[in-house]
């Protein structure tokens, strides 16, 4: 059942501290370390990573990009499986190929993964569904452990594929030596605070409800994000689209003068994901790009960064403070809820939105 939510969608965003929880038991059983198959390469002998996947799938992997070239300094591709399987890409010696899936069907994602048998030394995959072909057909295949997702908006399978992608990283970058001991213990300690924070996070619902009740009356909506907060704007504007069936796109802030910024004006509102980082500086003056045309904006970020940038914004919704390494996990909690509540403003099917399928297997 829906255990009292009025949405499956909405108990499965809720469900996210305790299923991040579990994530978070399983891959640390001995407390103070990261527990990772055996059967995993040696990150220390592989050269090259290739992530691929579809749709929010694939937001995970673009996220994980930064978190894998910054911690472990391998070289990452990312590619949407349907682009990537009929592109004949060149597979190295010393790759490893890794498939991220909630269902573990998704027709584009496994042709991908049948692409790399055999030509990559290492198939790896990280599902939600540990029975699924995606899963049964790597090598080794890393449990997601959200439990059953039955929304066709994914939520709690996403934040759970970045929890295990994050933990990820952390192991290969203390298996290349890339990060100090210090560094990588720092943000295994956060890893362990994200349930309380995502919780916090979840605390803003009404608030977010209320503004979102006027973004359903919006024809189209920007989000925008910087470093690994771009793809979460991606993100957001995905299941915007999937549920409220409003335009929405999601740019990088930086790219908004090089174009979109020619659709601003004061109908579109512009929602800014920010949390203070040290490119916290460089989103705010994309955002007074905007406000300077009379775009709406809703900044999204922490209490100093809404005290340094909030003034002028047509709303806020505050984010407790969060390390930039978690920030996209914690931002994706807000991505959803305002997809969410501006859906039930306008009375969507938010469970079953129209054309879409849960799970993908045609190509
Ligand atoms: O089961 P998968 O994770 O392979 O599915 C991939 C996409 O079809 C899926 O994420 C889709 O984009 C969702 N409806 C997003 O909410």
């Not at 579109?268 to 705010?284: G, H």
């Amino acid at each position: 059942g829906k255990g009292g939510h009025r949405h499956f969608m909405a108990k499965e965003i809720a469900e996210q501290p305790s299923v991040i929880s579990d994530v978070l038991g399983h891959y640390t059983k001995t407390g103070t370390r990261i527990d990772m198959p055996a059967e995993l390469p040696d990150f220390a002998q592989i050269d090259r990573l290739i992530l691929v996947a579809c749709g929010t799938a694939f937001y995970a992997c673009q996220t994980a990009k930064y978190w894998f070239e910054q911690l472990t300094g391998l070289p990452v591709d990312i590619d949407i499986a349907s682009e990537f399987r009929y592109r004949s890409p060149p597979i190295g010696p010393r790759t490893a190929a890794l498939f991220v899936s909630q269902s573990g069907e998704t027709a584009d994602t496994l042709a991908a993964l049948r692409y790399c048998a055999g030509k990559a030394d290492h198939i790896l995959s990280i599902c939600n569904v540990p029975q699924s072909s995606i899963a049964r057909e790597s090598t080794v295949a890393l449990p997601t452990l959200a439990g059953v997702e039955i929304g066709v908006a994914s939520t709690k399978a996403f934040t759970c594929q970045l929890t295990v992608l994050a933990l990820l990283a952390l192991h290969a970058a203390r298996q290349r030596g890339h990060c100090d001991d210090a560094t990588l213990a720092e943000h295994l300690t956060a890893l362990r605070g994200l349930p309380g924070l995502l919780n916090l996070a979840l605390g803003q619902e009404a608030e977010i409800e209320t503004v979102s009740r006027e973004l359903a009356e919006a024809r189209d909506i920007l989000f925008l994000g910087r470093g690994a907060m771009y793809p979460i704007a991606l993100e957001g504007a995905l299941k915007l689209k999937e549920i409220s069936y409003i335009h929405a796109e999601g740019y990088a802030s930086g790219e908004l003068k090089h174009g979109p910024i020619a659709l601003v004006d004061p109908a579109v509102p512009v929602i800014v994901f920010a949390p203070t980082d040290p490119l916290f500086d460089k989103t705010v003056s994309n955002m007074q790009e905007v406000m300077a045309r009379q775009g709406k904006v809703l900044l999204v970020s922490d209490a100093t960064g809404l005290d340094t940038a909030g003034p002028g914004s047509w709303a806020t919704i505050q984010m407790p403070h969060v390390s930039p390494f978690l920030a996209p996990i914690l931002y994706a909690i807000p991505a959803q809820l305002l997809a969410y509540h501006t859906a039930v403003a306008k009375g969507t099917d938010v469970d079953q939105p129209r054309n879409l399928a849960k799970s993908v297997t045609v190509e």
